[in-house]
Nanobody, 123 residues
Framework: QVQLVESGGGLVQAGDSLSLSCAAS????????MGWFRQAPGKEREFVGG????????YSVDFVKGRFTISRDNAKNTVALQMNSLKPEDTAVYYC????????????????WGRGTQVTVSS
């Protein structure tokens, strides 16, 4: 069956780095664009960034540009989110998600979801 499993979350201090990974199985990974989302307590799930099927194009929102980088390895069916210069406001559960063809920013447009990994940034 389809699975997306995130890993790499944890507790870090402001200014630190963290690398998240998402392992996919049960579908043809290279046919799907991948997105990273996050959800803080009491807030809606929000788009952080995405990467197209080939990995040649990435997208990110303004509040993470220059700090977060998305990459994928279609041979290993994985997508990564490298987070640098973390801030307390980055604290959230981070999710990876998959949708056919192209990256979109709305959670409702994604077909497959992982269960998330907690990232906590202390000040």
């Amino acid at each position: 069956q389809v699975q997306l499993v995130e890993s790499g979350g944890g507790l870090v201090q402001a200014g630190d780095s963290l690398s998240l990974s998402c392992a996919a199985s049960g579908f043809t990974f290279s046919n799907y664009a991948m997105g990273w989302f996050r959800q803080a307590p009491g807030k809606e799930r929000e788009f952080v960034g995405g990467i197209n099927r080939s990995g040649g194009t990435t997208y990110s929102v303004d509040f993470v540009k220059g700090r977060f980088t998305i990459s994928r390895d279609n041979a290993k069916n994985t997508v990564a989110l490298q987070m640098n210069s973390l801030k307390p406001e980055d604290t959230a559960v981070y999710y990876c998600a998959a949708r056919a063809v192209v990256v979109r920013t709305l959670p409702s447009e994604y077909k497959f979801w992982g269960r998330g990994t907690q990232v906590t940034v202390s000040s």
